[in-house]
Each structure stands twice: as C-alpha cells, then as structure tokens.
C-alpha cells in the first residue's frame, strides 16, 4: 500500500513538473524577438525574489539565452528535470539526456539570487561543465568558477568570488574545514552556501559517502619505524586461512587462528594478523632493534602505535594489491577507488596503512598525520538552505537517499523512447570459461563493425582481459585508474565504428558516448562530416554494444553500465557475462548453485540461461548493499555526534575570528575568571576532602608557568589558612591577582603584536579540537564492542563524546590564557635579551 502511495505521488510530480514546464517553453519561445542585452538586464532584475513566477520567467530566459549562447535549446524534459532541482530534489534523467545544461536553470536562478554550488565527481568535470556553460551565464550577467585540486589560495578564493561555482565534494568540504583553521578573515575561501546542485548525485552521496572527509596536519611519529617493520615481515612465513566464520568479537580480540605460519591471511575479509609464533619473533625482532627495552614493554599502552605499524605493514604486504588497490605514480601510492576505477587523489589511508604501503613500494614514506578537521559530506550539506542533484540511477537507492540525507527523488521521462535490447544474463561455471566465451562473442561481434565496450570490475580484470584481446589480435582501448588523465578522451572515442573500449566500473561517467563519435573530440585530420558518416554506419551495425564482465555488488553500478548504450533513443544491446567464482557470486551462494549445475549435468565450459541465477545475483547485490548501508548510516551517525560539538567549536572560533584587537583583549580577559576557578578546583579536587589532600604545589607550579610569582601566592594562601578558609574567598583572590598580573604586562604585547591576542585564541581552540578529534576516533573505534556488554554502541558514543565535549569546553578559558600568557613571556623575554644586549661592557 505504501509503495502504492509512493508511486502515485511521483507520478503526480511528474505530470506537474511537466504541465510547468511546457508553459515555461511556450514563454521562452515568445521571448525570441527580444533584444540579448534586454533579456539580460530583465534576468538580473528578478535578483531578489524568490516566487514561482519569478523562477518560471528565470527560467524562460534561460533558455533562450541558451539557444542564442550556446546553439542548444533544452527540451521539455531537461526544463522538468531543472524544475525538480530547483525545488530541492533530485532529477533522474537517463545517461545522455542532457543533465549538463539541465543543471544550468537551477543553478543560474539560484547563482543570481546568493550563490549556488555544483558538485561534480572529479576535477575534469568541473573545469569541463564551468566552461563548457560560461556563455550562458556570462549571457545572464553572472560568472563562473571552478575549483581545481591544484589550485592555490588565491586563486581558489576567486573561484569561490563568482555566484555560480563547480566543484568536487572533497574541494568543497576541505574548503570548508580549512576556512576553520585561518587566522585572518582575508584567507576565508568559501563566502556562504546558499543552494548546493550535486551532479552524478547516486555516485557521490552513496559510492563516494562511506568514510567522512578528514583534513590532516602532519604529525610527529619517526618514518624509520616503517621500513624497519618493512625488513622484519618480509621473514616472516604467511598462510591463507579458509573462510572465517568466527564471531566479530572473536575476531576483534585476535582469537586463535590455526594455521602453520606467522602472519594468517584472510583474503574474504580483506585482513590478515599475526599469531602467536610471529609475535614471538615480533618481541625478539623489537628488543634487538632497540625499539623496546624488554619483551613486556610491547604490552604496555604506550606501546600502542607499534601493534598499529605492525598490523598496517602486514595488511600491505599481504592484502593490498598494486594496480588493483593503488597504484604508484610520480614516486607516489595513489588509491584506486574499488567502486569507480577512478583514483582518489589526495585521499590517504588511515592507521599507518598508507606509510606502510610507500615504505612496501620504497616511494618517500610521508609522515603521519593528526586529524585537523573530520565532517561527512551529510552533515557538510546540511550548511546550505537548499541540496538538489542529478543523475542517471538514483531511484534503486531513493530510499537510502531519503533515509540518510532527506532528498526526495523524481523519476524524469527520455526524450525519446527507448530500443535498447538487454539481452539475458549468460551464467558460466568458472572465469576462465567466461573469459574464453567473451573474447570469442567480442571477436564476432567486432566483425560487424558495432562498436563494444566493455565493463569490468577492476583495474586488474581490465589489464587481464586486454591481454586476452591483445592475444586475439583484437585492437581496443583501456580505460581504469592508470588512464585517469586521458578518461574523458579515451570515453568519448567508445562509439566509433568498429571500436572496442575497457572500462572499469563508472569510468569516463559525466562524458557522453555517441555513435560515430564525439564531435567535441575529434582527431586530428577528422572533421563533422566523418563523424556523421560514421554515425549512420555505427547505427546500421546496431549501436553500442555493452558487454558487463561480471555483475557488481549493486545493480544501480550495473544500470550505469548499461546506461551506456540506447542514449536518446540511439539503438544498442547489453549483455552481462557472470561466472559463479566471480566475488559476489562466490560469497554469496556461488558454490551451492555450482553443485545443483553439476548435477544437472553442465560441464565446466558451457554457458547456460537461468532465471535461478537472475534471482540469486538479485539477491547478492541487495544483502551486499544492505551491509554497505549499514556502514554509511553508522558512520553518518557518528560524525553526527561530533557535529554538535563542531558547531559550537566552529561558531566560537568564527566569532574569535572577526574580533577587533579590543575586542580580543576584553574576550581574553573575561577568561580570567573561569581559567583561574578551573584550575584551582582541579587542583583542591573541588575543595573536596582535607586540604592535606590538595595539590598545592602543583597549583603554585601551574600558576608560575604563566609567569606569576610563587612567593605572591604563598602569602595569598596562608592568609585563609591562617583565617577561617573560604574557597570562593581564595578563588576571587588569585582572580583578583592574576587580573592585575595580566593588566600590567599585555600591554607590551599589544605593542608588539596587536592580533597576538586573537591569534592566541584561535590557536588555544585548534588545539583542543586537535585532540577532541583525537579522543574521539578512539572512542569510536572501539565502541562497537560495546554490545557485547549489553551496551546500545550509538547511546555510549554520545555519552562518551559529550563527555569528552564538556571538557573541551572547560578547557577553553584556561588553553586560551595559556596560549596569550606564552605569547607574554616570549615577548618579555625577546626585551630582556634585547636590554641585555645594548648594556656596554666594563672593565674590571
């Protein structure tokens, strides 16, 4: 019933949007006698309002801007598919549908009236898309800017000046984090988020939305340690262990492994360990290298880091792969994104992981970092007043979208009908019967001239399979992690008469594939009139031919894939080729359907039909899935525990921020009076108990290292020794004290430096979100044991971090005073050395 319901209502949407958008186009076409420099003026005078016919009219001038800029008029489906956007929802639109200029409407609408982001799922895209439209908004009296990885400062702080800007979600956000971390409100880059439009919406808020987006400075832990630990397990003996179906927490806790080796290797599970006779030789190994000074200091917790070395440096030696896991670039490892085929640049294995994969591959091993900054793309989103998106695949995931992020989806209709011919499933009993069956039906299929491409799983199946066709004299092209830089040329090339194309999963998504070729990539020699010539013979041979080398772990991935082929109408065929060793298949129910076959009487080298098979891959992909919803909504749920507290962190040190040097000073000095009661309630234990208990020299200690004299609070505190003793006597004294103290001796700070205060300020908050950060992914990697102990692990993560907040946000007055009294006594000393200096020598 509720499907019912939930199907009704988009079918409503839909004939709203479209019955909106076909008086949006009637209103367009009547606008074609009007001067440009009249429409343009009539678009910036609807700058401030917000009304349905105010966007209706935006977006009719729109679209005859684009037809007079660009050459394109959009059709009725791309003007429902911008309508939907920019009512805060995302538009599935089919693969070749035009998204790219659909975006535009929403985006100039909104750009006029504050500024609008554009989320795209690389760099090229951006930097395509913004030039790409540039006209057209620079028509409508607006700019355009993009963010790019190797942009700098400045440049990126003109990107963000335009009212429209493209990006990726890892520019956006670090740009994000970054702007938290300056010490002048000249070096902030983003000016504020009005409406966010995320292209490829499917890819980034579910495939690319697993793990938060982390800014890391650089940390303080010695590199030797990684190629010493490099050395020792290269001796030691390892052993792949049958599939582990011991419990999590047995799992968590080491458990016993039998297996006639050092390190176990888990290959299901991605993992591997070290038992016991590798820990043996682990102690040995360490006491002689001098890293520990006996067995037993291995154990102790400050010993910690070493475990996390050791653990990473097995894992890279053993369970991540070169050119399928990362691959090794310009003396760099780069991570292989397993979902997309595409790097991920600039992103970095976390625990010591990727140092132990450089220090595997000798590349310069970079230092460790220490979170800065920690936010999930969900909660960063949450920053604009309206999230939109686009994409070809989003209905087969609406629900987590709507679940995990609040956005509603709306199927849009083709252009044109579609003819593709989706041809059944051929199952096969190994992968080598499945590789020799495909190069085989590639050959014929090639011989008709109809143009293939070919999905695969990996970059190592990619390279396997163009082996396999190099062999079979077949020429064709690869596109995965190692062609990165030439993916939207290699992509573009896929529809040519005759061409055969590898590709892994989602790579070159975002550049359109026509038959006969892409008209905005030509060769050299080539001009328009080939590529329509080739065109007609591609068609006639039967359009593109989209060969899945096996079935990925969601259907939505297999959709785009097959996406590929039948774009506006265009004819085409896709066939997916799955063995019953493939990954999915063989985790998930391969070997029980590779017996009832063999009992049918199928041999190892034929090929069958099955509906049963249909049914079980179905099945695979959604219990798969299902996991990796899990994960994203419990990571979602964490980082939303620590959004609360980045809030408050954040406004706080916003407001610091765009203090003036007065009122720095006077913020700094209503910290007097909270710094100096935490302090001596920590160390009186909150007068609590007999006052032999309290730590009074510590409390002296404490105070002199803000460069107070001992001797002042010696009389201070003798005195309600001496009398009738009364702590908020005490307190209000030493308040009183180190007032006066400070009063007396900022000044020639303020001399020297007048935003030293605020300076002090901003980076006393740095440094406890540093380590809030810090305690806080110690919390949350271990608190899934919770459970064990009857505990709800969500429930005793917010109750851990609002403790672990509470301190931070008592801590702040006295990390402040510390910071501005450091500042004091390095000022007062740079003066004592300087005295020093210019008194004349004499003689004795």
């Known amino acids: 019933?509720?499907?019912?319901?939930?199907?009704?209502?988009?079918?409503?949407?839909?004939?709203?949007?479209?019955?909106?958008?076909?008086?949006?186009?009637?209103?367009?076409?009547?606008?074609?006698?009007?001067?440009?420099?009249?429409?343009?003026?009539?678009?910036?005078?609807?700058?401030?309002?917000?009304?349905?016919?105010?966007?209706?009219?935006?977006?009719?001038?729109?679209?005859?801007?684009?037809?007079?800029?660009?050459?394109i008029r959009p059709y009725l489906v791309q003007v429902m598919g911008a309508l939907a956007m920019a009512d805060g929802k995302i538009a599935e639109m089919a693969t070749g549908e035009g998204k790219t200029l659909t975006a535009a409407m929403p985006l100039a609408f909104h750009g006029l009236q504050s500024r609008a982001h554009a989320m795209t799922p690389n760099d090229y895209l951006s930097k395509r898309d913004a030039l790409h439209l540039d006209p057209l908004y620079e028509g409508l009296g607006l700019s355009c800017g993009y963010l790019q990885a190797d942009m700098g400062r400045e440049a990126r702080q003109l990107a963000y000046q335009a009212p429209i800007v493209y990006g990726t979600p890892g520019q956006f956000v670090f740009d994000y984090m970054r702007d938290n971390i300056v010490y002048s409100p000249s070096a902030i880059l983003q000016?504020?988020?009005?409406?966010?439009?995320?292209?490829?919406?499917?890819?980034?808020?579910?495939?690319?939305?697993?793990?938060?987006?982390?800014?890391?400075?650089?940390?303080?832990?010695?590199?030797?340690?990684?190629?010493?630990?490099?050395?020792?397990?290269?001796?030691?003996?390892?052993?792949?262990?049958?599939?582990?179906?011991?419990?999590?927490?047995?799992?968590?806790?080491?458990?016993?492994?039998?297996?006639?080796?050092?390190?176990?290797?888990?290959?299901?599970?991605?993992?591997?360990?070290?038992?016991?006779?590798?820990?043996?030789?682990?102690?040995?190994?360490?006491?002689?290298?001098?890293?520990?000074?006996?067995?037993?200091?291995?154990?102790?917790?400050?010993?910690?880091?070493?475990?996390?070395?050791?653990?990473?440096?097995?894992?890279?030696?053993?369970?991540?792969?070169?050119?399928?896991?990362?691959?090794?670039?310009?003396?760099?490892?780069?991570?292989?994104?397993?979902?997309?085929?595409?790097?991920?640049?600039?992103?970095?294995?976390?625990?010591?992981?990727?140092?132990?994969?450089?220090?595997?591959?000798?590349?310069?091993?970079?230092p460790e970092t220490v979170d800065v900054g920690r936010m999930a793309l969900a909660n960063y989103m949450t920053l604009y007043d309206l999230v939109s998106g686009m994409t070809g695949t989003a209905m087969t995931v609406s629900e987590e979208i709507g679940d995990l992020y609040k956005l509603s989806v709306v199927p849009i209709p083709t252009h044109k009908p579609r003819i593709r011919n989706d041809l059944k499933d051929l199952i096969f009993m190994s992968r080598k019967a499945k590789w020799k069956t495909l190069v085989s039906d590639v050959r014929e299929i090639h011989a008709s001239g109809q143009p293939i491409l070919i999905g695969t799983a990996s970059v190592e199946d990619s390279e396997l399979l163009s082996a396999k066709l190099t062999e079979a004299g077949l020429e064709h092209n690869v596109l995965n992690a190692k062609q990165d830089e030439s993916e939207a040329f290699i992509i573009a090339q896929a529809g040519r008469l005759g061409a055969i194309t590898i590709a892994t999963s989602m790579a070159g998504r975002g550049t359109d594939i026509l038959l006969g070729g892409n008209p905005d990539f030509l060769q050299a020699g080539e001009h328009l009139g080939s590529i329509k010539e080739n065109r007609k013979a591609v068609i006639e041979a039967g359009g593109l031919f989209v060969i899945g080398a096996e079935r990925l772990e969601s259907r939505r991935l297999d959709l785009q894939l097959a996406g590929r082929s039948g774009r506006q109408g265009d004819p085409g065929a896709v066939r997916f080729y799955v063995a019953l060793d493939d990954p999915l298949m063989k985790n998930f129910g391969g070997d029980a359907t590779r017996r009832l076959f063999l009992s049918m009487g199928i041999s190892e080298d034929d090929c069958v039909e099955h509906s049963m098979v249909d049914k079980a891959i179905s099945?695979?992909?959604?219990?798969?899935?299902?996991?990796?919803?899990?994960?994203?909504?419990?990571?979602?749920?964490?980082?939303?525990?620590?959004?609360?507290?980045?809030?408050?962190?954040?406004?706080?040190?916003?407001?610091?921020?765009?203090?003036?040097?007065?009122?720095?000073?006077?913020?700094?000095?209503?910290?007097?009076?909270?710094?100096?009661?935490?302090?001596?309630?920590?160390?009186?234990?909150?007068?609590?108990?007999?006052?032999?208990?309290?730590?009074?020299?510590?409390?002296?200690?404490?105070?002199?290292?803000?460069?107070?004299?001992?001797?002042?609070?010696?009389?201070?505190?003798?005195?309600?020794?001496?009398?009738?003793?009364?702590?908020?006597?005490?307190?209000?004294?030493?308040?009183?004290?180190?007032?006066?103290?400070?009063?007396?001796?900022?000044?020639?700070?303020?001399?020297?430096?007048?935003?030293?205060i605020?300076?002090?300020?901003?980076?006393?908050?740095?440094?406890?979100?540093?380590?809030?950060?810090?305690?806080?992914?110690?919390?949350?990697?271990?608190?899934?044991?919770?459970?064990?102990?009857?505990?709800?692990?969500?429930?005793?993560?917010?109750?851990?971090?609002?403790?672990?907040?509470?301190?931070?946000?008592?801590?702040?007055?006295?990390?402040?005073?510390?910071?501005?009294?450091?500042?004091?006594?390095?000022?007062?000393?740079?003066?004592?050395?300087?005295?020093?200096?210019?008194?004349e020598p004499t003689e004795d």
């Not at 292209?199 to 010493?228: C, K, N, Q, Y």
């Not at 006052?691 to 002199?704: A, M, V, Y």
């Open 191 to 366: 000016q504020s988020r009005a409406f966010l439009l995320i292209d490829e919406a499917d890819s980034i808020l579910i495939d690319e939305a697993r793990t938060p987006f982390v800014l890391s400075g650089e940390g303080d832990r010695a590199i030797e340690l990684w190629s010493t630990l490099r050395d020792f397990v290269k001796t030691l003996s390892h052993e792949d262990v049958p599939e582990d179906n011991r419990a999590q927490l047995e799992r968590a806790m080491g458990g016993v492994i039998i297996v006639d080796a050092d390190i176990a290797v888990d290959h299901k599970h991605h993992d591997a360990v070290i038992t016991d006779s590798g820990i043996e030789k682990l102690e040995t190994f360490l006491v002689d290298a001098g890293i520990i000074s006996a067995t037993k200091e291995l154990w102790q917790t400050s010993c910690s880091y070493i475990w996390r070395a050791v653990s990473a440096t097995i894992k890279a030696h053993h369970v991540f792969l070169r050119d399928r896991d990362y691959i090794v670039r310009d003396g760099k490892v780069i991570i292989v994104d397993q979902e997309t085929g595409r790097l991920s640049n600039g992103k970095r294995w976390n625990d010591g992981l990727h140092q132990a994969v450089e220090s595997k591959e000798l590349v310069e091993v970079c």
């Open 619 to 756: 099945t695979a992909q959604h219990k798969k899935q299902a996991l990796y919803m899990d994960a994203r909504k419990t990571g979602l749920e964490q980082d939303s525990v620590i959004a609360a507290p980045r809030q408050v962190v954040y406004a706080i040190r916003n407001q610091t921020l765009k203090m003036t040097d007065e009122e720095s000073l006077l913020a700094i000095k209503a910290q007097v009076e909270p710094a100096v009661r935490r302090i001596v309630e920590n160390y009186c234990d909150s007068f609590a108990g007999f006052e032999e208990s309290w730590n009074i020299s510590g409390l002296k200690d404490r105070l002199s290292q803000w460069g107070l004299p001992t001797n002042w609070f010696d009389n201070l505190y003798q005195e309600q020794v001496d009398g009738i003793f009364n702590e908020e006597k005490l307190i209000s004294a030493v308040v009183s004290w180190v007032e006066f103290d400070f009063g007396a001796r900022v000044n020639q700070l303020i001399k020297a430096d007048p935003g030293a």
């Open 1 to 71: 019933m509720l499907a019912f319901l939930k199907k009704t209502l988009l079918a409503q949407d839909v004939k709203r949007y479209k019955k909106e958008a076909e008086q949006i186009v009637l209103l367009s076409q009547s606008m074609s006698g009007i001067p440009t420099d009249s429409i343009t003026q009539n678009f910036q005078n609807l700058r401030g309002r917000h009304d349905r016919e105010c966007l209706q009219i935006a977006f009719a001038m729109i679209i005859e801007m684009s037809e007079r800029t660009l050459g």
């Open 758 to 839: 605020r300076v002090g300020q901003l980076m006393a908050l740095d440094y406890l979100w540093r380590g809030f950060l810090d305690d806080s992914e110690h919390v949350r990697s271990g608190i899934h044991l919770r459970a064990y102990a009857q505990e709800k692990p969500h429930l005793s993560l917010k109750k851990e971090i609002f403790s672990l907040f509470q301190q931070l946000h008592n801590d702040i007055p006295v990390t402040m005073l510390d910071y501005v009294y450091a500042s004091i006594n390095q000022v007062e000393q740079a003066m004592d050395e300087a005295a020093e200096g210019t008194v």
